[in-house]
């Protein structure tokens, strides 16, 4: 009797492994750039509030202040979250294909909750001008 193109053979053990390394390997990727995110968006929080500490009153803000590159620096932060969770997201979906195992989802979890924190940051940085 002929197989379904439809029904999934499985693995060999070194097959299995190698699509485990991959995914792996993603979930690394996924991490460093949550890590990256969170670098930006704490050192553009501390940038912002260290020069509203040290902002002398009547002072004249150039161009772009410091309070400004602060925020370039938490939208940069979740920026590369969000781009970093659709492109998580898309390898994790090609790799599905190939993969029946169950899916964690504790990474795309953990960017989001530190995505929510980056975004409050962000409010409050915006209207406490």
Known sequence: MAESATEARPFDRT??????????AYERTMLAWVRTGTSLITFGFGVYKFFQIERKPGADDHWMGSQGFGLILVAMGLAALALATVEYRQNMR???????GRQSRLTVVFAGLVATLGILAF???????
């Open 94 to 100: 090609s790799l599905q294909t190939d993969y029946l």
């Open 15 to 24: 097959t299995w492994l190698a699509v485990e390394r991959t995914r792996v």
């Open 123 to 129: 409010v409050v940085m915006l209207f406490r001008q």
